[in-house]
C-alpha cells in the first residue's frame, strides 16, 4: 500500500499534461519544492481545478511513488486581493517565480515558507506603493539566498574588514566595501542609515513588512543594489 500523506502546499503553477492530466509545482515548508501530478485537473467541473489554481496555499492529500500524486486538496488561503489587484498579481508573481527557482528540491525551508505566507497575507489585505511592494519582494528573496548561502553578509569590508559605518556594494566583486576600500568602477553606495536598516529587515527572525521605509532615498539605494545583486549573481 502506497504512503500518503497531508501536507500544507503552496500552489507556485500548474501545466496540463495528457489526458487532462495536470502538473502542480508547489513549495512545502517541510519538503521543500515538490513537482506533483493531478489526475483529471482540466477536465470539465473538476473538483480539484478550483483549489489548485496559483498563489493559493491548500492542505494537499500526496500520494508517495516514483511521481508523486496530488489525490485531493482543500483552499486555505486564496489572497483574492491580490489576484483582484494587476500590479499585486505582477509583483506576487515574478517573486514566486523567482523563489521557485532559487528553492532546493525536496530541501526544507520553513522560515522562508512562513516569510512568502506573511508577505502575501501582507499584501492582500495592506496597500503598499509599488516601491514598497518591490522593497518587500527584494527583502524576502535575500532572506531566502541568505538561507542558502548566496547573499553576503554586509558587517564588514571584504578588503580589510573593518565594521562598515556605510557601505559600497560592487557588483564585478560580489562585496561590500567601505569607503576607503571601494574599488574602482561602478559600485552601489548604502548609506549607514539605509544599511543599518537593510540589516534589521534581512536578519530579523520574522519577515516585518510594518518597517518598511518610506523614504524615496532610501528606497532607490537599495533597489539600486538589489538589482545589482541580482545581475551578479546571474553571472555567477
Known amino acids: 500500500m502506497r504512503r500518503t500523506t497531508t501536507e500544507r502546499l503552496f500552489i507556485v503553477k500548474r501545466t496540463q499534461e495528457k489526458d487532462c492530466r495536470g502538473k502542480i509545482t508547489v513549495l512545502s515548508p517541510q519538503r521543500g519544492r515538490l513537482v506533483l ?9 473538476s473538483k480539484l481545478s478550483g483549489h489548485l489554481e496559483p498563489l493559493t496555499v491548500v492542505d494537499g492529500l500526496i500520494v508517495w511513488s516514483q511521481q508523486p500524486l496530488l489525490s485531493a486538496a482543500v483552499s486555505r488561503q486564496s489572497f483574492l486581493g491580490i489576484k483582484n489587484d494587476l500590479a499585486l498579481t505582477v509583483a506576487a ?41 518591490t522593497l518587500a519582494s527584494q527583502i524576502m528573496s535575500w532572506r531566502l539566498a541568505h538561507e542558502l548561502g548566496y547573499a553576503p553578509v554586509g558587517h564588514t569590508c571584504i578588503h580589510c574588514g573593518r565594521p562598515l559605518a556605510a557601505a559600497f556594494w560592487s557588483e564585478s566583486q560580489g562585496g561590500f566595501f567601505c569607503e576607503a576600500c571601494q574599488p574602482e568602477g561602478l559600485v552601489c553606495h548604502l548609506s549607514h542609515h539605509t544599511l543599518v536598516m537593510w540589516e534589521d529587515l534581512v536578519r530579523s527572525e520574522r519577515l516585518e513588512l510594518t518597517k518598511l521605509p518610506s523614504s524615496s532615498t532610501i528606497l532607490e539605494e537599495l533597489t539600486a543594489f538589489f538589482n545589482s545583486w541580482l545581475n551578479f549573481l546571474d553571472l555567477c
Open 37 to 45: 501530478m493531478a489526475k483529471g485537473l482540466f477536465k470539465p467541473q
Open 93 to 133: 508573481t515574478e517573486l514566486v517565480r523567482r523563489l521557485a527557482e532559487w528553492w532546493p528540491p525536496g530541501q526544507p525551508l520553513p522560515r522562508s515558507w512562513l516569510d512568502l505566507i506573511t508577505l502575501l497575507t501582507q499584501w492582500n489585505s495592506h496597500h503598499y506603493s509599488w516601491s514598497q511592494l
